[in-house]
C-alpha cells in the first residue's frame, strides 16, 4: 500500500512541476504520468545512492547543497530513460532544469507526504 501512496505522491508533484515549468513537460495522459513516477521512483532507488556516495566530497565541501544537483540529475536520467517526460535544451540546460524541478518536486513531496496519517514516516 505504501508503495501505492509513494507512486501517487511523486505522479502529483511530477504533474505540478511540469505544470509549473515551461522547459519541462510529460506527454498526456494519465497511464503516462504513472509510468513516469514509476521510472523516477526507480531511478531514486537504485541510482540516487551511487550517485550520492560518489559525490560525497562535493556534498561535504559544499555543506549538502550539492545534493540538489544530484536530485536534479536523477530527473535528467529520468528524462532520458523515458521519453514520456520531456526536457528541452542541451545537456547543460537539462540539468538546470532538472535542478529546478528536483528542488520543486521534493517540495510538493514532503508537504503531501506530512498530509499522511502516519506523518509520512516509513
Avoid at 507512486?7 to 497511464?31: C, D, Q, R, V
Wanted: glycine residues 8%.
Amino acid at each position: 500500500m505504501k508503495i501505492i501512496v509513494r507512486l501517487a505522491i511523486n505522479a502529483a508533484a511530477l504533474w505540478a512541476t511540469a505544470a509549473f515549468l515551461p522547459s519541462m513537460a510529460i506527454k498526456e495522459g494519465f497511464l503516462n504520468l504513472l509510468i513516469v513516477a514509476a521510472i523516477f521512483g526507480v531511478v531514486n532507488a537504485l541510482i540516487r545512492p551511487v550517485a550520492k556516495l560518489l559525490t560525497l566530497p562535493l556534498r561535504a565541501a559544499t555543506l549538502g547543497l550539492f545534493t540538489l544537483i544530484v536530485n536534479g540529475a536523477m530527473v535528467v536520467v529520468t528524462a532520458w530513460v523515458s521519453d514520456i517526460l520531456v526536457l528541452d535544451g542541451g545537456i547543460f540546460k537539462q540539468l538546470l532544469v532538472g535542478t529546478g524541478a528536483a528542488l520543486i518536486i521534493s517540495l510538493i513531496s514532503t508537504v503531501l507526504s506530512f498530509m499522511l496519517p502516519d506523518g509520512g514516516r516509513d
